[in-house]
């Protein structure tokens, strides 16, 4: 096969509109985590008069509220993954992930006019069933535009978009609360997606019909093509397969304790009374900037070291659990971010929870198009997913409760154990990455059209 030019990568382009899509997604996404260190938001949403001092009782039912907030967020992202990974594979990735933008970035906006707790349950959950749209079309589109020992790398150069928005929520979105008042936050985040709707619509086209991609490149991208499935199989039927659950244990251990890490680092670092200094609106910038650079480059990282791993002659049985032992071994110390009273010691500890996360998830990601037929997928991702934020739901209704009687420790001491956990379980319940045969599928497909008959 001819050597790639610069002129015969294209594909990485689709990565670099992967990772701008999740980096908006998860602005959108982390506004409130930092809004809800804001008095004048606690006040307003606990229905409070503004000159009035908020009590310990009183932050502590706005924290409950809060975990229940989120966990609506949740219970409407699983809604959203019950369905959007089977619309994506029947409608297309360009119109599925186009509709999700849309429905997120109308709640992201709606959000600026919510008056209490109850007002922004809705508008959460209403985010959360849009945004449950962005890893199913992220994961698919990958499938579609790399051959499988690339994978691994362009996940985790996309799943990178969740840091960076991160970054910019931590540097940009105190500066707006400050300056304008909370509502400006959710108002201008959510006209970001907007206009990425526009920039998905025209810019996205399967490889086949994009006219800059060259016959080459498409030749490569193709150079270990699977036979796709003419029928797709039913959310039921692809939970026949051990497959399937491997990749959703995976996502439920694993999702929660990164959304929890999302959710509460701001009123961590800025409530722990054991931290010798104290994080508030003006001093979250640099470190949730280093936390989440360092993040960004274990997604990397971790994708680069698997698909490195892989050519160097390994299995993708051991090449992926390789890399997950590893990521897992990471976050174990995490737990003393909890016990330490230095705000540097707690930061490092973080990031490298959090870089060790994301390597996690960029080979998770992988599961689904290394072990499936690329035209199921996003529906095999869309169930990692629910399962995901079914463990999110239910660490988010208790994470409030945890926090305001035993403080943090409870929560990082369930977040060390968590992926190791998880990778024992996934080796009982696959202990090779056998993929599933197309053929295997395709006869489920015949076995459904024949019984509708």
């Not at 949403?45 to 000159?51: A, E, G």
């Not at 929890?260 to 200094?277: K, V």
């Not at 698997?306 to 990471?330: P, Y």
């Amino acid at each position: 096969m001819q050597t790639l030019t610069k002129s015969g990568r294209f594909r990485w382009r689709i990565v670099a509109l992967l990772f701008l899509a999740t980096t908006i997604n998860y602005i959108d996404r982390q506004v409130l985590s930092f809004t809800m260190t804001d008095e004048v938001f606690r006040k307003e949403m606990l229905d409070l008069p503004i000159d009035k001092e908020l009590t310990k009782e009183a932050i502590d039912r706005f924290k409950i509220l809060y975990s229940d907030v989120d966990a609506a967020f949740k219970f409407a992202y699983a809604i959203g993954f019950l369905l959007v990974g089977w619309l994506i594979d029947r409608i297309g990735t360009k119109r599925g992930f186009a509709l999700g933008i849309i429905v997120w970035s109308i709640a992201a906006t709606l959000t600026t006019f919510v008056q209490n707790m109850a007002g922004l349950r809705w508008t959460r959950a209403i985010l959360g069933l849009g945004e449950s749209a962005n890893f199913p079309s992220a994961v698919k589109t990958i499938s579609e535009w790399f051959p499988r020992r690339e994978r691994s790398f362009a996940n985790g150069l996309f799943n990178a978009g969740t840091n960076v928005g991160i970054i910019l929520t931590a540097l940009f979105i105190p500066y707006l609360i400050l300056q304008l008042g909370w509502r400006s936050s959710f108002f201008v985040t959510g006209l970001l997606g907007f206009a990425l709707s526009v920039l998905w619509w025209f810019t996205y086209s399967k490889p086949e019909r994009n006219p800059k991609l060259s016959p080459v490149e498409l030749a490569y991208i193709r150079s270990d093509e699977e036979k796709r499935v003419p029928v797709k199989p039913s959310w039921g039927q692809l939970l026949g397969y051990k497959q399937t659950w491997a990749f959703a244990v995976g996502k439920f251990m694993a999702d929660p304790i990164w959304w929890f890490y999302m959710t509460w680092l701001p009123d961590f670092f800025n409530s722990n009374d054991a931290l010798d200094q104290k994080l508030d609106l003006k001093s979250f910038g640099v470190p949730f900037l280093i936390i989440y650079v360092v993040s960004d480059a274990g997604s990397i990282f971790f994708g680069w070291l698997s698909t490195q791993f892989m050519s160097l002659g390994w299995s993708a049985n051991r090449a992926r659990k390789t890399t997950m032992l590893i990521c897992a071994l990471c976050v174990v110390p995490i737990f003393f971010a909890a016990q330490t009273n230095s705000l540097t010691v707690a930061i490092a500890l973080i990031s490298l929870a959090t870089a060790a996360h994301q390597g996690w998830a960029a080979n998770m990601y992988t599961f689904a198009s290394d072990l499936f037929p690329r035209n199921v997928v996003a529906s095999v991702t869309g169930i990692g997913g629910m399962f995901g934020a079914v463990g999110g739901i239910l660490l988010a209704l208790l994470s409030g409760r945890i926090i305001t009687a035993f403080g943090y420790l409870p929560m990082f001491i369930v977040a060390s154990c968590a992926y190791l956990i998880a990778l024992v379980l996934i080796h009982l319940i696959l202990p090779k990455l056998e993929p599933v045969k197309a053929e295997e599928l395709e006869k489920i497909g015949k076995w459904s059209i024949l019984s509708t008959k």
